[in-house]
Nanobody
Framework: QLVQSGGGAAETGGSLRLSCVGS????????VYWHRQRPGKLRELLVF????????NYVNTIKGRFTATRDNAESSSYLQMNDLKSEDTATYFC?????????WGQGTQVTVSS
């Protein structure tokens, strides 16, 4: 399973850090994804962390503001969110995938206000 923590409320321009901790599987074997779902919108992919080549890819809307990392020794991934904007208000999800298997975190709410 994946258990998420962090999130909460922040002001515009502020920062938050989300955590995603895995258990019951070998975390290092799985690619990591971060998604969000804004109010009234479809869920969108934000970050893809490859296992094959170790690269991390970001969508343009968060590039330069958000940084995703993984700590395989801790079976964890983190999403550092800086320079938050009101449009970052959303429920954030982590996901891991290996071949046909996928595991989702429960989601965590981030609310950004001015």
């Amino acid at each position: 399973q994946l258990v998420q923590s962090g999130g909460g409320a922040a002001e515009t321009g502020g920062s938050l850090r989300l955590s995603c901790v895995g258990s019951g599987f070998t975390f290092s074997d799985y690619a990591v994804y971060w998604h969000r779902q804004r109010p009234g919108k479809l869920r969108e992919l934000l970050v893809f962390m490859s296992v094959a080549d170790g690269t991390t890819n970001y969508v343009n809307t968060i590039k330069g503001r958000f940084t995703a990392t993984r700590d395989n020794a801790e079976s964890s991934s983190y999403l550092q969110m800086n320079d938050l904007k009101s449009e970052d208000t959303a429920t954030y999800f982590c996901e891991v995938r290996r071949y046909q298997e996928t595991i989702w975190g429960q989601g965590t709410q981030v609310t950004v206000s001015s």
